[in-house]
């Protein structure tokens, strides 16, 4: 296992800034241009071993590297470094800026339409009619949902119903999962949920969606640390929506979960609309295979027997996805037996070559029924609808 040494060097770091600052105070320049250039390495050192904040920790080190130059040219004055754009600042002054690049890094545009999702009926006329509500002029009294909570099984297809919505409005969408907001680091994690919500609000209309926010925000105890408290803390009030001014422009908050017993519920009362997600039914099976299958000839399937039987097996749209996905292959390779045997050649004469196929058959599904399994069990699936029928709504 490598050792981490993020924490030593940014011990090292902050201790090696104070001695700059304090030569620079005494006038002692070359001291100074010694210590900005450890500054440097440093951070060139943190960009390695801290790799969601790597460039920024680059842009850094080169603005120090810059300092150590202006100093050995005799341009820099006391008390201030010139930026790169000619101003003058601290090294230390783009702290925030860091959190803020970090965050537009999360932002994309969605291509995902409401076509694209099989099933979910019920669930995607619910977010539909928040999404145009919020589009349409209306008296101030007529309010979008906020914030919806999108809740149930692994694979249902929460992260797409997120990805439509964004779609559907042509909106900025931060995907955001829990891994790229937790940092090890005091207060980190709450500058980035901070940055979150204001570049959001600066790109409206925006869709953020909160993955796996059961990670973000469990039940508060005594055992919680002060760094998780005041994250959650910051969380809280960004998702209360208290901005003077602002109340036109169009922030929808989505979170999805596996795990709702477990949310805080404080964060909770965050979410008023709470929207179960369930396991496709028999139709919404169907219409998941078709789109897994697209381009394929599928004439030859029972597709009510194959629904059947993934609806009796417990599948999610994920496992659905899979299934497709198994009996494909099944498929490519009784058709391509010597398929290995080409990766010898150059890609140029590859692509002078075609995939052969047939129609899909029963059979190459009743193959990859015996290699896809479902982690659920009945008893999984009655504790999601009994959380839906006290919580849900």
Known sequence: MPVDLSGPLLSEFERTKKQFEKAVSAGDMETARRSALRCASLLRELARHVPYNGELYLRKARKWEEV????????YGRKAVVSAEGRKTRPEEDEDDQFREYVLGLMAKSTITWDDIGGLSNVKMLMMETVVISALRKPAAIQPWKGILLFGPPGTGKTLLASAAAGSLNAAFFNVKASSVLSKYFGESSKIISALYEVAREKAPSIVFLDEIDALTTRRSNDTSEAT???LSTLLTELEGFHEGESDKLVLTLAATNTPWDLDEAVLSRFPKRIYVPLPDKEATKSIIRIHTKGLDISRLDLDAIAEESVRRLYSGRDIRNLCQEAVWNMIREENRDLH?????????LRKRSLRTRPLEMRDFEEAFRKIKSPLTKKDIERYEKWAEEFGG
Do not use: F, H
């Open 68 to 75: 150590a130059g202006q100093i050995e040219r005799g341009e």
């Open 229 to 231: 408290r005041r994250m």
């Open 341 to 349: 045997k080409l990766a010898s050649l150059p890609l140029e004469e």
